[in-house]
Every structure is written in C-alpha cells, then in structure tokens.
C-alpha cells in the first residue's frame, strides 16, 4: 500500500498501560500513504488494543491468585494470531493456535461417540502425542475423563461449588478450565476455587474497541509530499 520510504517512531511498549491523549507512535512517510492506510491501520490499532485492555482488566481481577485468565477458539477469521497475541500483551493465556496444537473433545463429539469417555479414548487412540482437554457438563463426567487420563478438563457452566467439588476430585491429575457463568465480578470467586484456568471467549469476540486515532501534521521537511501522522489514544479530533 505504501512506499518503503517511512520513518516509525513508537512512544510506548507493546502492553504498556497508556493514558488518555497519550501518544502512541509517530510515522512520517508521505501524505498519500498515510492518507491511503489509515483506516485500515487504525482499525487494527483500536481492535486489538482493545482486546489487550479488556485481558489486563481480568488479569488484574486474578491478581494475587494462580489463577490465570485464558482466550478461546472464538477469534477473528485471519486474525487469530493478532488477537491472541493482544491477549497475551494484557496478561492472559493462550488456547490452542490451531488443531494441531490440541485436541478438544466438545459435547457434539460425545454425542457422536456415545459418551464423553468414549470420545476421549478415540481422540487419544487417533493421536497418542497430542494434548486432549474435555468439556464436562457434570461431575459424573469430570469422573470418567479424569480416570481416562484426560491432560485439561473444561469445567462447562459449573457453579463455584461444583468446581470446588471438581478440584477435590481431579486432586492435581488434570489441569481444570472453569467456563460460562464468568464474569469480573465473580472472578475472583471462581479463582478461589482453585482452577487452573478461566476461558473467556469475550477477550476476543466481544471486547470494545479503544478510541485511538491519527492526527495529520506538516513535518520538518522541504518535501512538500511528507507528512507525519501521530497516533494518539482517545483523539477528539480522528482523521477517517
């Protein structure tokens, strides 16, 4: 889109926590490219600085806990590398990137299976070497995966008390993700608990968007073309 004739200048680090009016990164390159890929640029700023943002605030709703706050496979199509690292600047954890990385044995693959534990052990006969985390709706369920040998068990719409219950259980033979019910109100319950993980599909289907935009400025040269563009957080005055 743009030449390579460009000069970068970032004000701030990849997760660091900026302020309002706060300058982000200075660019000078010429008017026409700046004009050219701005949308698109600040589309992508404001995204995926707001997932980081939305993670931060759940990573500080588990603070002083082991507890730690975790994406979902619910991403942006061609995104999910951008979105996921935005996760991991505002203090979370990563799922899986793609199916080669783990597998996840959901209530439509029980069904098929004829029971949870069933599809586990098909998963797992499939792909010995690769990771198998399980949904559970039950504690029945959390039972026979756990004893099937399951790596992560997803603690689906468990209540605090059922997961204090599957904490007992598992007794440290299987990593637990607590899922549904999430909230930052009730995050610090659900840590309490003591699961490993909470999956909060809302870091990158649902987190608002920053405000961030770019101001046009003459720069210090005597090519009338270049121009420098700021990018500043919550700007009043965002060129479209």
Known sequence: VCTDEFEVERHVEDGDRVEEGQKLLSVT?????????????????????????????????????????????????????????????????????????????????????????QAFEAVREAFPEVPIEVEVDTLHQ?????????????????????????????????????????TLANAGVYAKTGVDFLAVGALTHSSPILDIGLDLREASTDEASTDEASTDQASTDEAE
């Not at 992508?44 to 605030?57: D, E, K, N």
């Not at 199509?77 to 203090?91: C, H």
């Open 142 to 182: 959390l039972r026979e995966v756990v004893d099937a040998g399951a790596d992560l068990i997803l603690l689906d719409n468990f209540t605090p008390v059922e997961c204090e219950e599957a904490v007992a259980i598992v007794e440290g033979r299987a990593l637990l993700e607590a899922s549904g019910r999430l």
């Open 29 to 117: 390159t010429r008017t026409r490219d700046l004009l050219t890929a701005e949308r698109s640029a600040l589309n992508l700023l404001c995204r995926l600085s707001g997932v980081a943002t939305a993670t931060r605030a759940w990573a500080d709703a588990l603070e002083g806990t082991s507890t730690r706050v975790r994406d979902t496979r619910k991403t942006t199509p061609g995104l999910r590398a951008l979105e996921k690292f935005a996760v991991r600047m505002g203090g979370g954890v990563n799922h899986r990137m793609s199916l080669s990385d783990a597998a996840l044995v959901k209530d439509n693959h029980v069904v098929a299976a004829g029971g949870v534990a």
